[in-house]
């Protein structure tokens, strides 16, 4: 006996969805019916089961690309896009709600255009933002950097990592490959960031020795966490108002003996050829729209200043320079992740009255040439250590 099966016209009556969107879903993968020999589509039980999962999941809000990774079973655990797009929701939530207190704050101080613009901004509170695009530079940069900053980044198995600003994970996945055995614990305050972070650890099948948890690093006294053996920071004390006050926490939470590495960049140090006017005016719009939101793009020079006043020991500092030229990568550093990197703050730093897009765009331009036959690049980090007392 054949099996029973629907016309796309009899399920779209049957489910309340229309004929196009049945049709859209066949063609991106979330619901294909078989066809006839003359091309008609019928729809079996396997793919009305496959429908009424899909739709129990939009319910929730999902993306198709999100329902699609749910239905193929694409991530080991089934309740991780859940559970990712749950922290999606959270983030919007709470962004919204920083929004809302900036512009009330704006409104009520002067009420002028530019203070609103500048509140729409720097909501945030992190210049380069949370898009998807930052994510991928954040990898590439790990990626390009990974050898330069982390040749002697090792701790041993058994001890306890905490790494700080987490972020989407490029930098923990550095971290849990290059110390296997050791128990990592990761910290982000942003939800979607660590929602990408889990599933870049989980896909280099690095997540057995990972926990990642949601927590503003000022609230550490109070999680639970520590003492722990070791604390990385890379790439997060430039974007925070109080460092010193953060590296103390830090140091309380480190056991007798224990030790903190922090990895800063230095805008100050960028040296390139041809150089341009322009393109240093579109480094200096991040620069300014950094120290607005309370942080310093050019932190790195101050390291082992903060270390030491934070109450640290044997501290040391180790500068480590990217040069790039014919033979240097200059694709992946200076085009990737440099380059990338200023190019995100173009919307803000145009909306916040910096620059124009056409002088923003010429910056942008020039800084690509460096990349170019001839061309070459320097930019200077420095990778800082120190002892808890």
Do not use: K, N
């Not at 920083?98 to 255009?113: K, P, Y």
């Not at 790439?235 to 109080?242: D, K, P, Q």
């Not at 109450?311 to 990737?336: C, I, K, N, Q, Y």
């Amino acid at each position: 006996m054949d099996e029973r099966t629907w016309t796309v016209g009899e399920l779209a009556a049957a489910s309340g969805l229309s004929v196009r969107v049945l049709r859209h879903w066949d063609e991106v993968g979330i619901v294909r019916p078989g066809r006839t020999p003359s091309g008609h589509r019928r729809y079996g039980s396997p793919e009305i089961t496959r429908l009424y999962r899909a739709l129990a999941l939009r319910r929730t809000g999902l993306g198709l690309e999100a329902i699609g990774r749910a239905l193929d079973e694409q991530t080991p655990d089934p309740t991780a896009v859940l559970e990712d797009h749950l922290a999606q929701l959270e983030t919007e939530i709470e962004r919204s709600v920083r929004l809302r207190d900036r512009l009330r704050a704006a409104l009520s101080d002067d009420g002028s255009v530019m203070a609103v613009i500048s509140a729409m901004t720097m909501v945030d509170g992190y210049v380069h933002g949370y898009r998807a695009e930052e994510g991928s530079r954040l990898a590439d940069q790990a990626e390009a950097l990974e050898d330069l900053l982390h040749h002697d980044t090792a701790f041993p198995a058994g001890s306890h990592v905490l790494e700080v600003g987490c972020g989407v994970g490029a930098q923990t996945a550095v971290i849990a490959r290059r110390s296997p055995g050791a128990r990592i614990t990761a910290i982000d305050i942003s939800a979607d960031s660590l929602a990408r972070a889990r599933r870049r650890v989980r896909s280099a099948g690095l997540a057995a020795g990972v926990t990642f948890r949601r927590l503003d690093v000022r609230d550490l006294p109070d999680a639970g966490i520590g003492p722990v053996d070791h604390v990385v920071v890379c790439f997060v004390l430039e974007h925070l108002s109080a460092p010193l006050g953060v590296l103390r926490t830090l140091r309380s939470a480190l056991r007798p003996g224990g030790t903190i590495t922090v990895i800063e960049g230095d805008h100050a140090s960028v040296a390139f050829t041809p150089d341009s006017p322009a393109a240093r005016a579109a480094i200096d719009c991040q620069v300014v729209l950094q120290r607005q939101a309370g942080g310093d793009a050019m932190i790195g020079r101050r390291l082992g200043t903060l270390l030491a006043e934070a109450g640290f020991a044997d501290v040391t500092t180790s500068p480590r320079e990217v040069r790039v030229d014919d033979a240097g990568p200059a694709d992946a550093f200076v085009l990737r992740t440099f380059t990338a990197m200023i190019a995100g703050v173009r919307e803000p730093a145009v909306a916040a009255g910096l620059t124009t897009p056409d002088a923003f765009d010429a910056g942008l331009a020039d800084l690509r040439r460096t990349a170019e036959p001839g061309g070459t690049f320097r930019y200077t980090f420095t990778r800082a250590s120190g002892v808890a007392r």
